[in-house]
Nanobody, 122 residues
């Protein structure tokens, strides 16, 4: 079982930046995929970005490509999501997830954190 704790959310003006952190503990396999998802009010949860724990290969949603960067720190068992050039439409609760692959996470499988709120004002 993997436990995930997100932090770093907050209120920021459009064009600003935030860095989200996801601290992982428990049984983390080197083959795992770590992902960030978000859910805005009244909308379904959507994929944002993911990174393979083994080779740091990354994948991004088109809506955040070029603005967000996902990274990991092996020593700290932590995954980060750097959010730059934020837009009001980025406002959502951001969730960290861990699982065998992205398909499992997209099906809401694996382990999930409690979420952290990001609010972008115009």
């Amino acid at each position: 079982q993997v436990q995930l704790v997100e932090s770093g959310g907050g209120l920021v003006q459009a064009g600003g930046s935030l860095r989200l952190s996801c601290a992982a503990s428990g049984r983390i396999f080197s083959s795992y995929t770590m992902g960030w998802f978000r859910q805005a009010p009244g909308k379904e949860r959507e994929f944002v970005a993911c990174i393979n724990w083994s080779d740091a290969f990354t994948t991004y949603a088109n809506s955040v490509k070029g603005r967000f960067t996902i990274s990991r720190d092996d020593a700290k068992n932590t995954v980060y999501l750097q959010l730059n050039s934020l837009k009001p439409e980025d406002t959502a609760v951001y969730y960290c997830a861990a699982g065998p692959n992205l398909a499992v996470l997209m099906a809401t499988g694996g382990s999930w954190g409690q979420g952290t709120q990001v609010t972008v004002s115009s």
